[in-house]
């Protein structure tokens, strides 16, 4: 990732427009923000929640609340909870998110 042309700027979230994305199960709200080439997310799943798809892009990901479950292709499983984060790039391992408990997130990609 390559941040450039990006001058200092503050966001407030709350005033970002909330998009839904439904998932196999549950659903998923963004608010997103672009800087140049960067996309940076606030992103809520609700309790149940199970992607429907197997993501590849990359991402650098942190838990702000709830509980994250993270599946990757080759069948390793992770869970996070607030404060912890995952990397990974553009294409390296496909990975599917879930949630039992819902979760919000912090995403740059």
């Given at each position: 990732?390559?941040?450039?042309?990006?001058?200092?700027?503050?966001?407030?979230?709350?005033?970002?427009?909330?998009?839904?994305?439904?998932?196999?199960?549950?659903?998923?709200?963004?608010?997103?923000?672009?800087?140049?080439?960067?996309?940076?997310?606030?992103?809520?799943?609700?309790?149940?929640?199970?992607?429907?798809?197997?993501?590849?892009?990359?991402?650098?990901?942190?838990v702000l609340e709830g509980q994250l479950d993270?599946?990757?292709?080759?069948?390793?499983?992770?869970?996070?909870?607030?404060?912890?984060?995952?990397?990974?790039?553009?294409?390296?391992?496909?990975?599917?998110?879930?949630?039992?408990?819902?979760?919000?997130?912090?995403?740059?990609?």
């Amino acid at each position: 990732m390559k941040m450039s042309d990006i001058p200092f700027q503050t966001v407030d979230w709350s005033t970002v427009e909330r998009s839904e994305h439904k998932g196999d199960a549950g659903k998923a709200f963004w608010r997103t923000r672009h800087f140049g080439e960067i996309r940076v997310r606030m992103v809520e799943y609700t309790p149940g929640y199970v992607a429907d798809h197997w993501c590849e892009k990359g991402h650098v990901l942190l838990v702000l609340e709830g509980q994250l479950d993270t599946e990757l292709a080759d069948g390793r499983r992770f869970t996070l909870t607030p404060g912890s984060s995952y990397q990974v790039a553009d294409g390296a391992e496909p990975h599917r998110s879930s949630t039992e408990v819902g979760a919000k997130l912090f995403i740059v990609d």
